[in-house]
T-cell receptor, first 115, second 111 residues
Framework: DADVTQTPRNRITKTGKRIMLECSQT?????MYWYRQDPGLGLRLIYY???????NKGEISDGYSVSRQAQAKFSLSLESAIPNQTALYFC??????????????FGSGTQLSVL | GQQLNQSPQSMFIQEGEDVSMNCTSS?????WLWYKQDPGEGPVLLIA?????ELTSNGRLTAQFGITRKDSFLNISASIPSDVGIYFC???????????FGTGTRLQVTL
């Protein structure tokens, strides 16, 4: 079984709909992250969390929200989806220890299309 | 924010050839990492570099942390079909646990 699991793998939705992407991990890591990947732009950080109920904005947090109610789960919500939020979304985890916290473990991604 | 420029953006090579790609920044980084993304999967860490001038190998892959701390290089020797994917560099500065990712180099290997 995958250590970092994202659901769903694919989602098509309409403009204005509320969408939630789920991430769960069995690695026991404290730190969790949501990234967005767009062709030619690499990976950009949306939100990150260092512990349960700890939430921090990343580079491109506008239009998104997150929830960290348990160590193993970190969900990403789009309150009112818009077409330019069409992208590949990745959840990642890392340990909190110095020398390890930069080593991210990624899920397989969720391809979101907003029509 | 900080920007990392990767080059080339894409490469088409023949099996058995060596590959070189690099990542440059306008800012100094304390740590450089290289990730590979297979088609349909998330990125996987290949190599981590922590010291200016450091040269580290992982099988056929060799990466270097540039002396200026503003660049890093990845070489793949004797490429094989499973090397296909997108290679990302990532830099970390200070004590933040937020990486800055490069734009990626897409590698295609032909038989």
């Amino acid at each position: 079984d995958a250590d970092v699991t994202q659901t769903p793998r694919n989602r098509i939705t309409k403009t204005g709909k509320r969408i939630m992407l789920e991430c769960s991990q069995t690695k026991g890591h404290d730190r969790m992250y949501w990234y967005r990947q767009d062709p030619g732009l690499g990976l950009r950080l949306i939100y990150y969390s260092f512990d349960v109920k700890d939430i921090n904005k990343g580079e491109i947090s506008d239009g998104y929200s997150v929830s960290r109610q348990a160590q193993a789960k970190f969900s990403l919500s789009l309150e009112s989806a818009i077409p330019n939020q069409t992208a590949l979304y990745f959840c990642a985890t890392s340990e909190g220890r110095v020398g390890y916290n930069e080593k991210l473990f990624f899920g397989s991604g969720t391809q979101l299309s907003v029509l | 924010g900080q920007q990392l420029n990767q080059s080339p953006q894409s490469m088409f090579i023949q099996e058995g050839e060596d590959v070189s790609m690099n990542c440059t920044s306008s800012s100094i980084f304390n740590t450089w990492l290289w990730y590979k993304q297979d088609p349909g999967e998330g990125p996987v860490l290949l190599i981590a570099l922590y010291k200016a001038g450091e040269l580290t190998s992982n099988g056929r892959l060799t990466a270097q942390f540039g002396i200026t701390r503003k660049d890093s290089f990845l070489n793949i020797s004797a490429s094989i079909p499973s090397d296909v994917g997108i290679y990302f560099c990532a830099g970390l500065t200070g004590t933040a646990s937020k990486l800055t990712f490069g734009t990626g180099t897409r590698l295609q290997v032909t038989l």
